[in-house]
């Protein structure tokens, strides 16, 4: 008897309700005539593609497919097999021990660039690029080459509903000439990463990317992820349920390389592009979409495939962090389970003793390093915490979320693309600066080079109104005045060389406009006010309840602009371990130096933590791990579709 996935009883109506033959064929329409782009050469079989092909599939999760144009003619699988291959090995392996092989990462880099030897060691990057992907090919396993092969293709074959040609013609062109990768892979071997020798794993990698598939084909793999890791066609299971997240987590962060930031801004959904033009996209719990179209840009992405894929998720609302909330979900959470999990939380943590706190200056906002605390607030004004919820904190780096908000309500989407880009860098925060090669943009606006380009366009009549503005946007989502601790403010300017280094680097390169001290100062001041654990998590609420404040019912900021924010946080929020973040707890958020962490589930609360001890990314340990037990307790993930802990029979909690 087929398998049900969890997924496939809560299909929102927004998507799939609206989902036709006829949408298809509209967006096909229009996006048939557009000519950019060109078509890979780099095979000879991708090389003779027709530029005019073009076709878009659709499978919901209860297997009603879509499908208008070329969805059934047939191309190589290309870059587009990672994910599948990746999920293979989180089932020979478990997360746990594939950590000890390859990280999550993003890399802003493209898909085939050669790392350096440290990022290697330190397992900084990813299994959607190349380098990752040579990791988990060597890790599928088998008695000799056709075994582990025989094998993933059996694996495909779950996801596909049939058995999975390979295009010879296609192998013995890549076979040929696979030089960058015979590269990456020696290197890999050098640092003990491919479990099997390097003329076995090119083989094997060669065999996946020349495997035959079709859009149909796709959009059925994607539904299978969105469906829980259940085909919704055949429905035989193809991957455990407690793996999809992490695939899709993948997939999320870093499947459309150095575009990841941008797509997941405008599209906000789990997508993995190939050379030979195609992207599949998952929505999950709701469909999967593929869409074939040779012609690429300069990211080899399919031009009329990211048109299309942004088009259907602006008209479907199936952006992650820009879909309305359900009043259960607004309202679904009891106060009593939620204080029960926090408590929980907080007793499981709070013995951890790892970390080193941060100080500016030793006298100026003394902190112990035992502080610990989390807090809550549902997006129907219902508040719970545990700990030292009113110590008071500097918010640091948390302030960034905000002073880009108000810098796009003040600017405006695209007129602050232009200076401060979407994408993840895989840096730590205080990264002297890393910009754009050719339009100069600091990478995101959660580093402190994007941090101060973003503060450099908050408007005003002076310095004064300038922080007032900021002063003024966090009392609407805190609820109360917030106040700058001018002490903590003066030791910052007092040590802030390495700040003033990336400031006059961005007015260097044009960034910035105007007075580089004076931009630096309020950057500074802006980090300096004081909140506590419990306003954090009020910031939190606003944001998850769509910028309006649950407790005054004040508007923060325009409900239009909330999805930017949460995007940002989910790829960049958590500096050089937002891949790792987005991949064991799933929520958008933000930290700061101060030991303070903000985490947002849209449509149900805010959750902030608070311990001082940081990690060697800038984050609070106890903080984090308190957030992750959170998260798998009160399935908060956002591309889960298992249920949470919670939801398992079993003891019910103490009362005592």
Known sequence: MPETSTAARTVA???????????????????????????????????????????ISAVTVDGAVHACGDSARAFTIQSIAKPFVFGLALEDYGAEALAQYIGVEPTGDSFNSVLQPERVSQRRFNPMINAGALVTTGLVKGADPDERFARLRASLRRYLGHDVALDTAALASRQQGDHVNYALAHLLRSQGLLAAGVDAVIDLYARQCSLEVNCRDLALMAATLANGGVNPVSGERAVSASHVKHILAVMYACGMYEFSGQWAYRVGLPAKCSMSGAILMVVPGQMGVAVFSPPVDEQNKSVRGVMTCEDLSRRLGLHTFRRPATDAARTGDSTAALAHALSDAHQRVRSLNAGVCYTCEPDVMKVSPERFAIAAMTVDGRACQVGDADAPLLIQSISKVFAYGLALEHHGREHVLQTVDVEPTGNPYDAIIRLEHVSKRPHNPMVNAGGIATTALIQGNGRADRLDRILDMYRRYVGHDVYVDMRAYLAEQARGDRNKAISYLLRNFGMIDGDVEQTLDLYLQQCSAIVDCRDLATMAATLANDGVNPVTGERAIAGDYVGDLLSVMYTCGMYDFAGQWAYTVGLPAKSGVSGAILAVVPGRMGIAAYSPPLDAHGNSVRGGKALEVLSTALGLNVLDTEPAESDHPGPKPSTD
């Open 13 to 55: 109506t927004t998507g799939p309700a609206a989902l036709s033959d006829a949408l298809l064929a509209v967006l096909h329409q229009r996006y048939q005539d557009h000519a950019a782009g060109k078509v890979a050469t780099s095979l000879p079989e991708l090389a003779g593609a027709d530029p005019s092909w073009f076709g």
